[in-house]
């Protein structure tokens, strides 16, 4: 490593954000810092570093650990209606964790604490495992977590881990090969950072003289699981208020699908790929309906690559014990509708003005610039619509409702 005071441990962009260095630095001398557009990156101080190379070893970025591509492919939703609904897309990462934990395992997922601060945390328990279900579109800090699952493998817990590809990679590069490790991966398509979601929760609160005490990406709109709906939880005057939104209503939400606030790296994304780092690899089954069509999407239908045998471990642990409808597709089908299966999120332009605004900019003035959609008007008109006569247009267009 150079001789500066501090340096990094790859090129700025390149950086996933994983924090796997600094849990696996053995003299603690990786600090994480806040970069201009509010990510965090590693930042060693080379004084007090012994140049062990154990964070470049670790690094998911500098060392990619990839499963075979996987051999079987399925449409999967958990049957219990209430465990379906808990879930973003099928319910399947909730049953696999409730088979984990009963068997006296621990489960790690991505949780808010009481400051909406995204965190991947460890349940031990049934109810434990609530706050770890669906989707929340932000980096989760996963610091702490590695040192910790390593310890407890080294005891011998069976332990499973749910996260982005790269966290999953990196874990794996942290703890090797475990024979009690399970990794469940997600099809993902980048993260926004933590700063950004404060600030469009402060931004939130002013407007509507609130405090926001729980926000739920993916709630449900018009009786079904939406994609782009919200839920925030709010006090009103000491009194509990529950405000539904749709994404353009949210600045954080809006700019999470228009692709505009990714990290960098999630921009070259190494893992959107078909061969996956977890034993299993979860996401939403878009376009099933037209591979099934008495199947329906939006009531919540996951799409479950299974990577390796212990990932075929997983799913027969639910599917013997009846809690869960799958029906086996080709990677070819499934992937056709899913992107993220094929290469990372193209940048688009607006993304360099939008954090170049950042820098000087009120968050007020860069909500008017870049979260208003030009076009609300159409989105009242069409989200005001019956279901029926959006289906009609969508079906006219052969526009899909995914993830723009
Ligand atoms: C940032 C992000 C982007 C995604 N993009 C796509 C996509 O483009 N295409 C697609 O098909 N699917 C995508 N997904 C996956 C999808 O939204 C569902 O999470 C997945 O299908 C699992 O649903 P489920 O009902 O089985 O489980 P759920 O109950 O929804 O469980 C989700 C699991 O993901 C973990 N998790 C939630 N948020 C995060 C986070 N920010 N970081 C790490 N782990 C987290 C939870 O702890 C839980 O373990 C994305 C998910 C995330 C978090």
């Known amino acids: 490593m150079a001789n500066n005071p501090n340096i990094s441990i790859l090129p700025h962009n390149d950086c996933c954000g994983c924090r796997a260095c600094g849990d696996v630095c053995p003299v603690s001398c990786i600090s994480f810092n806040k970069d201009n557009e509010g990510f965090l990156y590693p930042c060693v101080n080379n004084d007090t570093c012994i140049h062990c190379g154990k964070c470049t070893k670790t690094c998911p970025e500098l060392k990619q650990d990839f499963n075979n ?32 934990i009963n068997k006296g395992g621990k489960v790690w997922g991505a949780a808010f604490d009481d400051n909406l601060q995204l965190r991947h945390i460890c349940a031990t328990t049934i109810v434990g495992l609530e706050p770890l279900l669906r989707s929340k579109y932000l980096q989760s800090d996963t610091s702490g977590c590695f040192k910790q699952i390593a310890k407890d493998l080294k005891n011998g817990t069976l332990t499973l881990f749910c996260g982005t590809p790269c966290q999953c990679n990196a874990l794996r590069n942290y703890v090797g090969e475990n024979r009690n490790l399970y990794l469940i991966d997600l099809i993902c398509h980048g993260v926004p950072s933590q700063d950004l979601f404060d600030k469009s ?20 709109y018009k009786g079904a699981l939406h994609p782009q709906a919200f839920t925030c939880q709010c006090s009103v005057n000491g009194k509990q208020k529950n405000v539904n939104g749709l994404h353009y209503q949210f600045p954080f939400y809006f700019g999470f699908q228009k692709y505009i606030t990714l990290r960098p790296s999630c921009y070259t994304c190494k893992w959107a790929r078909s061969e996956r780092s977890g034993d299993i690899t979860l996401g939403d089954f878009w376009g099933i309906d037209k591979l099934e069509p008495s199947l329906d999407p939006k009531q919540g239908l996951s799409e479950v690559l299974v990577n390796t045998q212990k990932g075929h471990e997983l799913m027969r642990d639910i599917i013997d014990v009846e809690k869960v409808w ?78 723009e």
């Open 69 to 100: 591509v996987p051999d079987n492919v399925m449409a999967a939703f958990a049957l219990s209606n209430t465990a379906r609904q808990a879930g973003s897309s099928g319910g399947l990462f909730g049953l696999i964790a409730e088979s984990v």
């Open 201 to 220: 929760i402060a931004w939130f609160e002013k407007k509507n003289k609130c405090k926001v005490n729980r926000f739920i990406f993916r709630s449900k």
């Open 326 to 403: 799958t029906k086996e597709f080709t990677f070819n089908q499934v992937a056709g509708e899913n992107g993220c299966l094929h290469g990372p999120t193209k940048m688009k332009p607006e993304r360099a003005e939008l954090f170049r605004d950042l820098q000087t900019m009120s968050f007020d003035d860069i909500v008017k610039a870049h979260f208003v959609s030009k076009r609300q008007w159409i989105f009242d008109l069409y989200y005001g619509m019956p279901g029926f006569l959006r289906k009609i247009i969508r079906k006219v267009m052969d526009k899909r409702m995914k993830y």
